[in-house]
């Protein structure tokens, strides 16, 4: 690390007296910039919702920029990666529209007008091949590095695939005015996991080193070669446990490379600093510093610009001093309680450069691109198996089982874990999903996945299966078989979130025994289970066999407060969002079946109990004749209200 220690007095009076001066050394300010993980989200619009969206878009991102560098002299913008991937806009420009060698990706037609110095190669930069990935950055008039990606030329593999590092000459004004000469390196890393997350694209054409291993080897290298100081770009979040090699988040292990001055990171889509962070040791969140290492993490989809300031001093001879770092993020909106209140305006030049590519994506997102066999609604997700669930499962599993190819989880059975998310309640008598059959458009996937959820898969075993499946249970009421007044069978404090459904595995509820856990997930009836035969592959589940269960980051942290759910047993920190899982599972098959394949159903109750529930007014329209569930009236909330026969 560049020497930020100073000399002692003793030390410092020795010197003055060998040299007869008393020689004071430069200050100067150097303010560096970054963005990261902007996923395509350049104008401030949400393609999904179709509509405009102030908690997102580098066009605002840019005005935050403009204001950071007019407080300065000095200052150096860069980019962290995953620009190319993340919603309809990329999709369009890779899938539908394509890019010929002339074009120039709309990513870069904004980042072109900002001055940016270097980029760095995020792992969704892989998403749509190397041909593409060449081709888009082809149109950056700044270069791209990483340091730990190499051509798999089936031998030594030494051959870096992009530029390693980039150093680059500055002339740095300082504080009294005189300006001095300064190199000023850079490096940059992808997580090594690309070689799982895209084998497809990448097997036998480049492989991924480990991340602290290059750096050891390179940041010297950089050193001999000139650098005065070094400033590492990471696409690697923080990781605090014991470093095993290959690691995914790599960043907090960084800050202990000699003679890294920076880390300006990304990948977690986090904020750095921030309060997130505060009790992890050698962490200050007040100076935004790791192991005394300026860094900033700038959150994602441009909704924070990251900031590193470093006070350096320089001597008369040129040897450059890093005397102090501090790292901080800006918002470009705010929340008070409910409601957004953006704190900056889009900057118009970076609407009008990409204006053409957003208006044919909202075209795009309008327009079908796949087909759906059947109708999907979630008038009664809650009472049955339903395709709004199935959908979502279903792309989750055939996720999860080709991430898990070739690794030492491949052929452990896959379950898959969604839940309803649109099904009344608190979102009113018509928050429900209801498409026909026929053409399904990109707008329509935030309708059937509302958040913005990243994808988890953790590792159980078939005991942990039924809690899990126990504690879903939960949302509903427990009914006696015996009373014949009408007894209601959603429990409306438990969100509809929080009703699991677990494909692959095939049981029953049985809603007249009591609920196993409270919705806090405390064992409340330990000698009750509503979950009965519970079976995998047509045969009583294994209490013991493991499982690996696709889900979300929510859920697979410990949101909800699930059993046996708390992150320690998570086996796949994906890098997608569970919407994009699914939006791109229907932009592969094209055409697809959705129906619910029955895999849960209640245990049947006599005829003569009165069990109702609320739903749409128009939920009737969705029932084949002789179902089981009939309308029978309308509640005091103007949602209709239905009875179901078990």
């Known amino acids: 690390m560049t020497t930020r220690v100073l000399q002692t007095s003793a030390l410092l009076f020795t010197a003055l007296l060998v040299s007869g001066n008393l020689l004071a050394d430069t200050s100067v300010q150097l303010r560096v910039l970054e963005t990261t993980d902007i996923h395509v989200h350049i104008v401030d619009y949400d393609y999904y919702q179709d509509q405009p969206n102030e908690s997102v878009g580098l066009a605002r991102t840019a005005t935050l920029i403009a204001a950071a560098r007019a407080e300065v002299q000095n200052s150096i913008l860069v980019d962290n990666g995953d620009l190319l ?41 892989f998403n749509f091949g190397l041909e593409f990935l060449q081709r888009s950055v082809a149109g950056a008039n700044f270069p791209y590095i990483s340091a730990n990606v190499f051509v798999d030329d089936g031998a030594n593999n030494d051959t870096p695939y992009f530029d390693q590092y980039l150093i680059v000459d500055r002339k740095l004004v300082a504080e009294d005015g005189s300006e001095h000469d300064i190199k000023i390196g850079f490096i ?38 000139g650098a005065d100081i070094v400033i590492a770009i990471p696409h690697s979040g923080i990781s605090t446990s014991d470093r095993h090699g290959m690691d995914e988040h790599a960043s907090y292990y960084l800050a202990n490379v000699p003679d890294i001055d920076a880390i300006l990171f990304g990948h977690s889509h986090r904020v750095f600093p921030s309060d997130s962070f505060s009790g992890i040791p050698a962490v200050d969140i007040e100076k935004g510093t790791i192991n005394g290492v300026a860094a900033t993490m700038p959150g994602f989809w441009g909704n924070h610009l990251g900031l590193v300031d470093l006070q350096l001093s320089v001597s008369d001879t040129g040897e450059w001093t890093v005397t102090e770092g501090v790292g901080s993020v800006r918002p470009i909106f705010r929340r008070d309680g409910d409601k957004l209140i953006p704190l900056v305006e889009p900057m118009q030049e970076i609407l009008d450069a990409v204006h053409e590519e957003h208006m044919a994506t909202i075209d795009f997102v309008r327009t079908g691109v796949g087909e759906i066999t059947a ?19 279903n792309a989750q599993k055939r996720y999860v089982e080709r991430l898990i190819e070739g690794t030492e989880m491949d052929g452990l059975p896959v379950l898959s874990a969604s839940a309803p998310f649109k099904s009344g309640g608190r979102g009113g008598g018509d928050y429900f999903t209801d498409l026909d059959a026929g053409e399904i458009a990109l707008k329509h996937v935030a309708d059937l996945y509302i958040y913005p ?194």
């Open 85 to 125: 991937q993340g919603n309809p806009l990329g999709d369009y420009i890779a899938r539908q529209r394509g890019l010929n060698d002339e074009d120039v990706h709309p990513v870069y037609k904004a980042m072109n007008l900002l001055d940016y110095t270097v980029a760095n190669v995020g792992n969704h930069e």
């Open 375 to 393: 109708p999907i609604n979630s008038f009664f997700a809650l009472v049955r198996d339903d395709p709004s669930v199935q959908i979502v499962t």
């Open 188 to 225: 940059g890393f992808v997580p090594p996991q690309i070689m799982q997350w895209d084998m497809s694209n990448l097997k036998g054409r480049v492989v991924a080193r480990d991340i602290i291993d290059t750096a050891l080897e390179v940041v010297p290298r950089m050193k001999s070669e």
């Open 453 to 646: 959820n990243t994808l988890r898969a953790v590792s159980l075993n078939g005991a942990q299966v039924r809690e899990w499946l126990e504690m879903s249970a939960g949302v509903f009421n427990q009914i006696d078989p015996d009373r014949r007044d009408e007894q209601e069978l959603i429990n409306r404090s438990v969100p509809s979130f929080n009703f699991d459904v677990i494909d692959g595995v095939t049981y029953r509820i049985d809603v007249t025994q009591a609920p196993r856990y409270d919705r806090d997930g405390n064992l409340i009836n330990a000698d009750s289970h509503r979950i009965v035969d519970l079976s995998f592959d047509g045969k009583p589940l294994d209490q013991g066999q493991t499982f690996i269960v696709a889900t979300n980051n929510y859920r697979a942290g410990g949101g909800g407060n699930f059993p046996g759910l708390d992150g320690s047993n998570i086996v796949i920190e994906a890098p997608d969002t569970n919407r994009s899982v699914l939006a791109d599972y229907i932009f592969e098959l094209k055409k697809l079946d959705p129906s619910a394949d029955g895999n849960w159903s209640f245990v049947p109750i006599s005829a003569d109990v009165n069990v109702t529930f609320a739903s749409s007014l128009d939920a009737d329209k969705a029932l084949q004749p002789g179902a089981a569930i009939e309308k029978v009236g309308m509640d005091d909330n103007g949602a209709g209200r239905y009875r179901i026969r078990f």
